[in-house]
């Protein structure tokens, strides 16, 4: 889930996955490669990704930001009053960010992989990979996990059993490892919003062992190898929820959400093979159609778009995957100067995409603080007896905070990280 701010590196060929066996074939011009830039003429498709040869596609930080509006929306606006329909409706529909989060880990898995693609021959291959996530993840994630298990007790903001519970439980955070603690003894475990350090436990849980996956493994192989995990992550959960299994735990392990990180993987890969790319963007409307159907049925179902509701597990995790997807592939392929092109590369979106990971970091610490000390429930203004104006008053309000030191965060903390990575370059 991290913004961009990567420098560029020389630009990534396009491979052909039905040639010499699977092994890469470059299929762009010499010509594009050399100038490190390709252009589609108005209004025809975008190419691949990986053919266009940039290091940086802006509409990706427009579904980063969308991914991230989608999950601050979501805490920002969950259990605040509700009296009328219209608040039940704005709750109901705000209840439902959590899916971001999918978004984010498809995202992830997309980006990433391209990266290691992108590398592979590389005579610092692990090293550079490695060094430069940690440049990347490390501080601000630790940063947080510092202010959270000392700073906090320090100043009084943690009840005395709070602060036990931190001092006590603090090698899980430490070790990224907070969503088996949730797995073991559910959300309350993590005390003090902490709960939603979850997601990026599992990033970096993923990544310790995919660089050696995709360094190993041709691009057929690697494709099977991703097919394999999104397929046998849909049947454990499904086999789990048949067996009544921890809801929660399902929802933030490994091994029952690996599918959203796999099937971004294999979206890198087939945007190496511009047939395959082509074939997806003609089949993408058709999925993303059915995966919106399959998820309004079950909101039609179940009232509401429950993260840890056995229907939503069985079939909404998949129908979520499947639209995140699609949702990429629309993305970046885009026609030049069509509305969807300018969607996902509005300013605004970028702007959020930008500094996406310090919002998300951030953000579920700072809203709890403002409902306590600065604007709680009691004291929301209503009008004619709606508490609407309460509602965007509350969220403009944690927007702003969040945004300020989600900003603070990045040119003080993260950016001079950044700019290590300038030492650590791709062979």
Not at 44 to 57: D, E, F, K, T
Not at 203 to 228: G, I, S
Not at 318 to 345: D, E
Request: glycine share 8%.
């Amino acid at each position: 889930m991290m913004p961009a701010g990567m420098p560029p590196r020389k630009p990534p060929r396009a491979y052909d996955l039905r040639r010499a066996g699977g092994r890469r074939a470059p299929l762009m011009a010499a010509s594009s490669i050399a100038t490190g830039t390709t252009s589609a003429p108005q209004g025809s498709p975008a190419p691949a990704p990986s053919a266009r040869g940039q290091r940086h596609i802006p509409a990706l930080d427009g579904v980063r930001g969308v991914a991230i509006l989608l999950v601050f929306t979501y805490h920002a606006l969950r259990g605040l009053p509700v009296v009328r329909w219209h608040e039940e409706l704005i709750n109901r529909a705000a209840n439902a960010g959590w899916v971001g989060v999918d978004l984010f880990f498809v995202l992830s898995g997309f980006l990433i992989t391209g990266i290691l693609l992108e590398a592979k021959g590389g005579t610092r291959y692990f090293r550079s990979f490695y060094t430069r996530r940690v440049l990347r993840i490390f501080p601000l994630y630790f940063a947080c996990v510092a202010l959270v298990i000392w700073l906090v007790p320090a100043l009084h903001l943690a009840t005395p059993a709070d602060a036990a519970t931190l001092r006590s439980e603090q090698w899980w955070y430490w070790t990224y490892l907070v969503n088996v603690m949730v797995a073991r003894h559910d959300w309350p475990s993590a005390v003090w919003n902490t709960g939603h350090l979850w997601s990026l436990s599992i990033e970096e849980q993923f990544y310790l062992l995919w660089p050696a996956v995709v360094l190993v493994l041709d691009d057929r192989a690697l494709l099977r190898t991703a097919a394999a995990l999104v397929l046998g992550a849909t049947l454990l959960r499904g086999a789990l929820v048949i067996a009544h299994a921890s809801a929660t735990a399902i929802y933030v392990l490994l091994p029952t959400r690996m599918d959203s990180l796999a099937a971004g993987a294999g979206l890198a890969v087939l945007a190496r093979a511009p047939g395959a790319w082509a074939a997806l963007r003609r089949w993408a409307p058709a999925a993303g159609t059915v995966a919106a159907l399959a998820l309004a049925a079950i909101i039609y179902r179940e009232g509401m778009l429950y993260s840890e509701r056995r229907l939503t597990q069985l079939a909404g995790y998949p129908a979520l995957v499947a639209l995140a997807a699609v949702t990429i592939v629309s993305a970046t392929s885009a026609p030049a100067g069509s509305v969807r092109a300018w969607f996902w590369s509005h300013p605004v979106l970028r702007f959020f995409g930008r500094y996406s990971y310090g919002l998300y970091v951030w953000h579920h610490l700072a809203i709890p603080l403002l409902r306590t000390y600065v604007l709680p429930d009691a004291a929301l203004p209503a009008f004619h007896g709606s508490h609407l104006p309460g509602y965007a008053l509350f969220y403009l309000l944690a927007l702003a905070v969040s945004l300020g030191v989600a900003l603070a965060s990045w040119h003080l903390l993260e950016h001079p990280f950044l700019s290590l990575k300038r030492f650590v370059p791709y062979q």
